[in-house]
């Protein structure tokens, strides 16, 4: 008879590092979880002999593969692109596709890893993937992005299906991308089926699709500050990011009566201490989105901003604070410094932005901390929708929608609860979060034996 093998925390995370050698942000979303799995596992002898977290870890598959495309002046290109299909227990794979240069494995298996808890916390039937690119947007022109997205789903269409794997956008991935990989997905398969969510609304996308994520990390915020009998009324806010989930999480914030004093990119972060209302929100879209401009040129726009090259935003004074642009941009220190500068809530819009110091830091310091796998799931809930009404042939109205996802996002907030509560005023929401994910898909692997 098998001995059921107990090992300790410590011991699986050197052979998670050993199984998957230069993958530290792999490693570092394992171990975050694994922190809070293994104390609640203490008494749960099923999950430890069926190797649950450790079956959770090892991704159900990661697909590789070249990209060639042809760029403007005839040179051929060469990429690499990924599928990592994490976890399928409680529904189709589902997960963004993220075009950019920092892209590797190791990114795309921890975004995966952490999807399969998020898609697991909404409530609804989606397992966990992910994929992309180091193919990087910037500077291309629109003719070699449609090149490159046709050539990147002229391989994936094989790994993928409305009841397979149903990717999305992420960074770099937005509607247009969409249009190019949905459009040549059709011409190879001959097939009109909701195989992507975050489509246009005229063939078949979900209305708040595009604001869910940013809007979704705000309703989260606000619940959290409801626990202390708060709200966002009057509340300054800093944000990083200036992409999809940064400018929603912003209009959200200014439509509850905040004040946003922050935006950033890869170049460096504005300051308005004016705040940014409505109308500087809708420049930024535009000028990001359609311009493909820099944050900094929003001081010409707005001078009585400032530009700080090279720097995150987490110096600025602020109640609340929404990393909202990419993994490990806000550091042990930066986490310190807000503390200090009396913030008292930090809702994650991106994947992993807080890295594992800082996590720990927001914990010592028992705010309101929400990581993103709850507090950024209105996206990949929408996309449930979407998938929902693309099945059903339908589309559900813009206020069904909005209810929908307030309702989802407050669905996850006290799922966070019900694993949080540390008792005296504090909720351990990384905890929660972690908890009420991996119950879920536990329960589900238990029933499917060893597979
Ligand atoms: P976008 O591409 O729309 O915007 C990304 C923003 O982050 C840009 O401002 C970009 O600046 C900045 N950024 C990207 N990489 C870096 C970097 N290495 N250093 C500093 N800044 C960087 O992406 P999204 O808004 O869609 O995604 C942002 C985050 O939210 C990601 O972590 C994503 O995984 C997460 N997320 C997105 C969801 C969605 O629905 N879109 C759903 C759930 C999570 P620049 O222009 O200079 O590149």
Same mark, same amino acid.
């Given at each position: 008879?098998?001995?059921?093998?107990?090992?300790?925390?410590?011991?699986?995370?050197?052979?998670?590092?050993?199984?998957?050698?230069?993958?530290?942000?792999?490693?570092?979303?394992?171990?975050?979880?694994?922190?809070?799995?293994?104390?609640?596992?203490?008494?749960?002898?099923?999950?430890?002999?069926?190797?649950?977290?450790?079956?959770?870890?090892?991704?159900?598959?990661?697909?590789?593969?070249?990209?060639?495309?042809?760029?403007?002046?005839?040179?051929?290109?060469?990429?690499?692109?990924?599928?990592?299909?994490?976890?399928?227990?409680?529904?189709?794979?589902?997960?963004?596709?993220?075009?950019?240069?920092?892209?590797?494995?190791?990114?795309?298996?921890?975004?995966?890893?952490?999807?399969?808890?998020?898609?697991?916390?909404?409530?609804?039937?989606?397992?966990?993937?992910?994929?992309?690119?180091?193919?990087?947007?910037?500077?291309?022109?629109?003719?070699?992005?449609?090149?490159?997205?046709?050539?990147?789903?002229?391989?994936?269409?094989?790994?993928?299906?409305?009841?397979?794997?149903?990717?999305?956008?992420?960074?770099?991935?937005?509607?247009?991308?969409?249009?190019?990989?949905?459009?040549?997905?059709?011409?190879?398969?001959?097939?009109?089926?909701?195989?992507?969510?975050?489509?246009?609304?005229?063939?078949?996308?979900?209305?708040?699709?595009?604001?869910?994520?940013?809007?979704?990390?705000?309703?989260?915020? =606000?619940?959290?500050? @409801?626990? %202390?009998?708060?709200? +966002?009324? $009057? &509340?300054?806010?800093?944000? /990083?990011? *200036? !992409?999809?989930? =940064?400018?929603?999480? @912003?209009? %959200?914030?200014?439509? +509850?009566? $905040? &004040?946003?004093?922050?935006? /950033?990119? *890869? !170049?460096?972060?504005?300051?308005?201490?004016?705040?940014?209302?409505?109308?500087?929100?809708?420049?930024?879209?535009?000028?990001?989105?359609?311009?493909?401009?820099?944050?900094?040129?929003?001081?010409?726009?707005?001078?009585?901003?400032?530009?700080?090259?090279?720097?995150?935003?987490?110096?600025?004074?602020?109640?609340?604070?929404?990393?909202?642009?990419?993994?490990?941009?806000?550091?042990?220190?930066?986490?310190?410094?807000?503390?200090?500068?009396?913030?008292?809530?930090?809702?994650?819009?991106?994947?992993?932005?807080?890295?594992?110091?800082?996590?720990?830091?927001?914990?010592?310091?028992?705010?309101?901390?929400?990581?993103?796998?709850?507090?950024?799931?209105?996206?990949?809930?929408?996309?449930?929708?979407?998938?929902?009404?693309?099945?059903?042939?339908?589309?559900?109205?813009?206020?069904?929608?909005?209810?929908?996802?307030?309702?989802?996002?407050?669905?996850?907030?006290?799922?966070?609860?019900?694993?949080?509560?540390?008792?005296?005023?504090?909720?351990?929401?990384?905890?929660?979060?972690?908890?009420?994910?991996?119950?879920?898909?536990?329960?589900?692997?238990?029933?499917?034996?060893?597979?």
């Amino acid at each position: 008879m098998a001995v059921s093998d107990h090992v300790d925390l410590p011991t699986f995370m050197e052979g998670v590092k050993k199984r998957n050698p230069y993958q530290p942000e792999f490693v570092q979303a394992v171990q975050e979880v694994a922190e809070d799995i293994f104390e609640f596992m203490q008494d749960k002898e099923e999950y430890h002999s069926q190797q649950i977290l450790r079956r959770i870890a090892e991704p159900d598959r990661v697909v590789s593969f070249r990209v060639c495309w042809e760029d403007d002046n005839g040179n051929i290109r060469v990429q690499r692109g990924w599928r990592v299909q994490n976890n399928n227990a409680i529904g189709p794979y589902k997960g963004g596709i993220r075009f950019h240069p920092s892209v590797t494995e190791s990114v795309l298996k921890f975004l995966a890893f952490e999807q399969t808890f998020k898609n697991a916390l909404t409530g609804l039937p989606m397992g966990g993937g992910k994929g992309g690119s180091n193919f990087n947007p910037k500077g291309k022109s629109v003719r070699e992005i449609m090149r490159f997205c046709q050539s990147f789903m002229t391989e994936l269409y094989r790994h993928i299906g409305a009841d397979i794997d149903v990717p999305a956008g992420d960074i770099g991935v937005g509607g247009r991308e969409i249009g190019f990989m949905f459009g040549q997905y059709k011409r190879i398969t001959n097939n009109f089926t909701g195989v992507l969510t975050g489509k246009g609304l005229e063939w078949g996308g979900s209305l708040i699709r595009t604001e869910a994520t940013g809007y979704g990390a705000v309703y989260f915020l =606000a619940n959290m500050l @409801a626990t %202390k009998s708060e709200d +966002l009324t $009057g &509340k300054t806010a800093v944000i /990083s990011g *200036s !992409g999809n989930v =940064a400018t929603h999480a @912003a209009e %959200k914030i200014v439509q +509850l009566g $905040g &004040k946003v004093l922050t935006l /950033s990119d *890869s !170049g460096g972060y504005i300051h308005d201490p004016d705040g940014i209302d409505q109308e500087k929100i809708d420049w930024v879209k535009t000028h990001k989105t359609h311009r493909r401009g820099r944050i900094e040129e929003y001081v010409t726009a707005f001078p009585k901003a400032t530009f700080v090259a090279g720097k995150t935003p987490w110096g600025v004074p602020c109640d609340v604070a929404l990393p909202c642009a990419t993994q490990n941009e806000l550091l042990g220190d930066d986490a310190r410094m807000l503390i200090a500068n009396g913030c008292k809530a930090v809702a994650e819009g991106a994947n992993m932005p807080t890295d594992l110091d800082g996590v720990h830091v927001f914990k010592a310091a028992k705010i309101l901390y929400a990581p993103g796998k709850a507090s950024n799931a209105g996206g990949v809930a929408v996309s449930g929708l979407e998938m929902s009404q693309n099945s059903e042939r339908r589309s559900w109205k813009e206020e069904e929608l909005q209810q929908m996802l307030k309702d989802i996002m407050s669905g996850i907030h006290k799922s966070c609860l019900a694993y949080g509560d540390q008792g005296g005023g504090y909720i351990d929401y990384v905890k929660g979060a972690n908890i009420a994910g991996f119950k879920k898909v536990a329960d589900a692997m238990l029933a499917f034996g060893v597979v």
